[in-house]
């Protein structure tokens, strides 16, 4: 069943830079506290979604030049759940459920935690502080961020997808890609992370296969109410934007 949905999933995702990589509810659920929990029973079929550095041409251009008139928050956002939302029709027969990278709950806690449920699903490598034996950051506060295989960290958690109906007991788990594998490669990735995110550089931690554009860069580079000019639009009057 998994694999009919995947491909099914594939087909709606993959021709406009997506990927999707499946999961059960309570391999995600095994490694968080109960606040994060998805309230599921653990064999619940689901997939993380992914948007790869070609969404930006294959999905973001098209969507804002046909839709920028409706476009009424963050473009990218809307984009995403335009086609995320889209998916719910190819399964007609199934109640689909979507949780989307930006939701969060009333406590103001995201609504699922994006970073892991890309681990347990093994689309990406979650490294944290946990995997390096000598910690050279004492007190400070130290984020964690995940590196895909093929892209390192050129790719983004866009949202979850839910097949309440569907229960897979038998799924077997795949350990994603240890792509950064050495104690100094790990240092060096979460230094650059948490202390010099803005220059991208812990991106190209490992060698990738594709990248982002020198436009898709200055494109997220820029502040959200300039960005419809990078794509030769007027903003629309309405729309507001979150960073």
């Not at 490694?31 to 999905?59: E, G, R």
């Not at 609504?111 to 892991?116: G, I, N, R, S």
């Not at 689309?123 to 007190?139: H, I």
């Not at 990248?211 to 507001?240: C, V």
Request: hydrophobic fraction near 40%; proline fraction near 7%.
């Amino acid at each position: 069943m998994e694999g009919r949905v995947a491909e099914r999933l594939g087909g709606a995702l993959g021709p406009f830079g997506f990927e999707v990589h499946a999961f059960k509810v309570g391999w995600y659920n095994a490694v968080l506290q109960p606040a994060f929990h998805l309230p599921y029973p653990d064999d619940t079929l689901a997939f993380v979604v992914l948007s790869t550095p070609s969404m930006f041409d294959k999905a973001l251009k098209p969507f804002v030049k046909k839709e920028w008139l409706k476009i009424i928050r963050d473009p990218v956002d809307q984009c995403v759940s335009h086609h995320l939302s889209r998916v719910k029709e190819k399964f007609p027969d199934q109640k689909v459920d979507v949780i989307f990278d930006y939701e969060i709950l009333p406590s103001r806690k995201p609504k699922f935690l994006a970073q892991t449920a890309a681990h347990v699903a093994g689309a990406a490598y979650y490294y944290q502080r946990k995997d390096v034996k000598l910690d050279p950051w004492g007190k400070k506060k130290i984020y964690g961020v995940c590196i895909h295989p093929k892209y390192g960290g050129w790719f983004a958690i866009r949202g979850v997808l839910l097949f309440p109906d569907i229960q897979v007991p038998f799924l077997k788990q795949s350990d994603p890609v240890d792509c950064v594998s050495t104690e100094e490669k790990r240092i060096e990735l979460l230094e650059q992370f948490n202390f010099h995110w803005r220059d991208g550089r812990y991106r190209d931690i490992i060698e990738v296969k594709e990248r982002y554009s020198e436009e898709q860069k200055a494109y997220f580079a820029t502040p959200p109410a300039g960005r419809f000019g990078l794509l030769g639009l007027k903003q629309p009057r309405e729309a507001h934007f979150t960073e």
